[in-house]
Structure formats: structure tokens, C-alpha cells
């Protein structure tokens, strides 16, 4: 046994002397074929040599044991593997899905937030880098077809028809947050993110008067940075959950004054957020390879349209605003055609909207976020306080709406309309679950250009 052992070892003392032999050779032979330096170059040389060694350091771009380190190199190559960046992203995004369906803590989180949290510790890790071609397509293409494709139900004459009250104390609802949006923002600035303050004043507005897509369209036409998206989500997040539960514990279950005029129907809620679709005593819609198909040659002719009309009418606009205006219209014209694809077009649009989440995270810095959090909070947190307050004194002193109604409007405002028909149902307000929905797409459909609007108000506050 000790032959054998010994044998072995002097097999592996000769198999690393080899190794190492054959690399000074190879340096001793690179060293004689290589071309003498030139009397420039070794001044040059002898120059960096002799300063000190902290100037030595300044020079340096990184660190020589990361330079050389071979999990650099490896993980340098596969940031630059698109294949491999998409393939993280996509992982992601179905994390933060089923997170959301399966897990407490998910749900209290909210899909977007918990993407948004992965691909941000991914980033600060090292495993996917902070820049990629993924995150640029992702916000070019992916993201201007989520628009169209979260509209497909915006039917305004449906709306109109079928919301009843809770369609007015939805409108003050959305004055109610323009209001707070300015009023906070003369008191807290948010001097903290430079140029992006105004910005993400305008992209809270139309999260609470729309949901996460407008958000996602306004902060992409504004060009927010990726990690005050990041930090922006997640204070909001946190604020939002707040005010549900308080919500909740102020609204009454039962049905009391139901000033709505649509009758009572099926519903098929999905578990994750803005995926929702309304059946009237029809069967759910089966998403099929042809309406997945339809759905996103649909989207993208809406898109290509509102780009064209852009050009030709404003060309320093964003064209998600005048796609949103194309798709309200088209779905008001040709509903039949739209309603069919509202439950594919919707899980696409999921999707394409979770992928933004993680590219935005991916792109922000751990520290930032943590250091631009706090300001974030008591914005958002005045934004929706002053909210409240107007939706409030306006619905019941002025037009003496029922406080069960201007509740659940303020859900629609803030959350979507996923939210409120899930408050609805929760509370035993069937009849007031349609309404809600139809509200939360009226809410998506006008909360990107009411916010964008206000830009201009906003810098002139700054200034």
C-alpha cells in the first residue's frame, strides 16, 4: 500500500514540474521572439516603476487577482452571452409569478417586487451584469407591446354603461392623486435623485391612478434610471400594502347602497395581479395558440400605428401614449374582437411586464436603492395620504357618495383593477366587482398621458 502510494505521488510531482516546465518555456520562447522594447517605452516604464505605489494603484483599472482570477473571466463571458442574460431574466420573472401564487411572503410582496429584488441581488452579486443588449430590447419592443395588450378590454362605452357611480368616485379618486402628487411634491422634492425626481413623481401618479403598466410606461418614456425604478417599486410597494389593510378594516362587508347599474356575473380571477378577466355567464377564454398568436400580431399592429401617428403628429412624444389612445379606440370600435383575446393578451402582457421588472433591477445598485428608499417612503406615503383625504371630503361632501363605493375606487386608483375586484369579492359586493374592473381599465387606459401632462407643473415647482 505504501509503494502504491508513494508511486502515486511521484507521478503527480512529475506531472506538475512537467506543467510548469512547459509554461516558462512557452514565456522564454514569447520572451526571445518578442521585439525589443524601444528606448521610449523602457523610460516609460522605469517611470511607472519608480513612482509611489499608491500611484501605481491609481493607474490600475481593477485589481491584478481579479484581472487574472479565472471566475472573472468566466463570469465576464457570460455577461456577454445574451443567451445566458435572457435565459436569468426569464428565470426570474416565473420566480417572482409563482412566489407570488404559492408563498406568503410573495404575496404580500407583489410579483414585480420580489422579480425586481432577485435580479437586483443577481446584479450586485456579479452573476448577470448591470448593462446588457437584453435590458435595451426588453424596454424597446417588450414593453411598448405590454401597453396594447393590457388594453384589449378598455370597451369606454362598457364602461361607461356598467360602472355606474363607481365610475364618478373613480375620477375623483384620480383628481385626488394629481392633487396629492403636487402638493407632495412642492413639500418633499425628492432633490435626492437630481433629475429623476420630477420623473418619478409623474410615474406614482400613474401607478395610483392606473396600476404597474402605466408605471412601467411612463418611467420608460421619461428614461428613469434602473435603480430609482428600483428603489421607487419597493417604497411604494410598502406603502401600498399599509393602506390596503387599511382600507379593509374601513369598508363594511355586506351589501349596503349599490348605486351601480351592472348585474351580477361570473368572474374567473386568476392569482397573479393585473391578469383578470370578466365572462358574462360565458365560458372563461381559453388561451390557445391562436389567440396567443392573434394577441400579439394585434399588439404589435396598435404599436406600429401609434408609432406612425407619432411621427406624423408629435414626434418628441412618446408613442405608448398615442398607442394606449389607437387601442382604447380599437377596442371601443371592435370589441367582440378584443374581449376574445383579453385573457391571452393579459398573460402576455404579464410577462413582457414582469421581464421589465428584472431588467430594472438588474440595472440598479443595492446601496443606491437602500440609501434612495426612505425619501421614496414618505412620498409616496404623503402622495397617498393627501389622496385619501380629498377622495374623501370631495365623494361624501360634495356628492354624497357611498363610503363603501369611494373605498373600493381608491383600491382601483391605487391598485388596479385586480385589487378592487378582489376587495369587491372579499367584502360580498358582487354587484360592485364588474364595476371595479371596468373602473382599473378605464384607470390603465388614461393614467400614462394625465401623468406625463403633469411634467412640465412639476419642473416649474423644482425650478
Not at 450586485?124 to 446588457?132: D, R
Not at 420608460?220 to 400594502?241: F, H, K, M, Q, R
Amino acid at each position: 500500500m505504501t509503494q502504491n502510494a508513494n508511486s502515486r505521488r511521484t507521478s503527480l510531482h512529475l506531472m506538475l514540474w512537467t506543467t510548469i516546465l512547459m509554461a516558462a518555456t512557452r514565456n522564454v520562447n514569447g520572451f526571445m521572439s518578442a521585439p525589443m522594447p524601444s528606448v521610449q517605452k523602457v523610460r516609460h516604464r522605469h517611470q511607472i516603476l519608480t513612482q509611489p505605489i499608491t500611484q501605481q494603484h491609481d493607474r490600475s483599472a481593477m485589481p491584478l487577482k481579479a484581472a487574472i482570477s479565472p471566475s472573472s473571466l468566466a463570469t465576464s463571458a457570460l455577461h456577454g452571452d445574451v443567451n445566458f442574460v435572457l435565459t436569468t431574466l426569464l428565470i426570474v420573472s416565473a420566480s417572482g409569478i409563482a412566489m407570488e401564487q404559492k408563498t406568503t411572503f410573495g404575496k404580500a410582496l407583489s410579483a414585480p417586487l420580489v422579480t425586481m429584488l432577485i435580479s437586483l441581488v443577481l446584479a450586485n452579486v456579479g452573476i448577470i451584469p448591470f448593462k446588457s443588449p437584453v435590458y435595451g430590447f426588453i424596454n424597446k419592443y417588450l414593453v411598448p407591446l405590454a401597453v396594447p395588450l393590457f388594453l384589449f378590454d378598455s370597451d369606454i362605452r362598457r364602461v361607461i354603461r356598467d360602472a355606474g357611480s363607481l365610475l364618478l368616485a373613480f375620477i375623483v379618486g384620480a383628481v385626488s392623486t394629481i392633487i396629492g402628487t403636487i402638493a407632495t411634491f412642492s413639500l418633499i422634492p425628492l432633490t435626492s435623485l437630481g433629475e429623476d425626481g420630477w420623473k418619478v413623481a409623474c410615474a406614482l401618479n400613474s401607478r395610483h391612478i392606473g396600476g404597474a403598466i402605466n408605471f412601467v410606461a411612463v418611467a420608460d418614456t421619461l428614461n428613469i434610471d434602473g435603480s430609482v425604478v428600483s428603489a421607487a417599486i419597493a417604497a411604494d410597494n410598502v406603502v401600498v400594502a399599509l393602506y390596503f389593510a387599511l382600507l379593509f378594516y374601513l369598508a363594511k362587508a355586506g351589501e349596503a347602497k349599490i348605486s351601480s347599474s351592472s348585474k351580477e356575473e361570473t368572474l374567473n380571477l386568476p392569482s397573479l395581479g393585473d391578469d383578470i378577466v370578466v365572462e358574462n355567464g360565458e365560458k372563461p377564454n381559453q388561451i390557445t395558440t391562436s389567440s396567443i398568436a392573434y394577441s400579439i400580431a394585434s399588439a404589435s399592429c396598435l404599436v406600429t400605428i401609434g408609432e406612425l401617428l407619432t411621427r406624423a403628429i408629435c414626434p418628441s412624444l412618446s408613442s405608448m401614449v398615442i398607442t394606449s389612445i389607437v387601442t382604447v379606440l380599437a377596442a371601443t370600435i371592435h370589441p367582440k374582437w378584443f374581449r376574445k383575446l383579453r385573457s391571452s393578451g393579459s398573460a402576455i402582457g404579464i410577462l413582457f411586464l414582469q421581464m421589465f421588472f428584472a431588467a430594472s433591477g438588474a440595472s440598479g445598485s443595492l446601496l443606491l436603492v437602500l440609501r434612495r428608499a426612505p425619501s421614496l417612503v414618505a412620498f409616496s406615503m404623503m402622495q397617498i395620504a393627501i389622496h385619501f383625504v380629498f377622495l374623501i371630503g370631495i365623494g361624501r361632501g360634495i356628492f354624497r357618495l357611498d363610503p363603501n363605493e369611494l373605498y373600493l375606487a381608491s383600491n382601483a386608483n391605487v391598485g388596479g383593477p385586480t385589487t378592487a375586484a378582489a376587495m369587491a369579492q372579499a367584502k360580498e359586493w358582487n354587484r360592485l366587482t364588474l364595476p371595479a374592473l371596468l373602473v382599473g381599465v378605464f384607470g390603465y387606459a388614461t393614467a400614462t398621458a394625465l401623468s406625463l401632462s403633469l411634467g412640465p407643473l412639476l419642473t416649474r415647482i423644482v425650478a
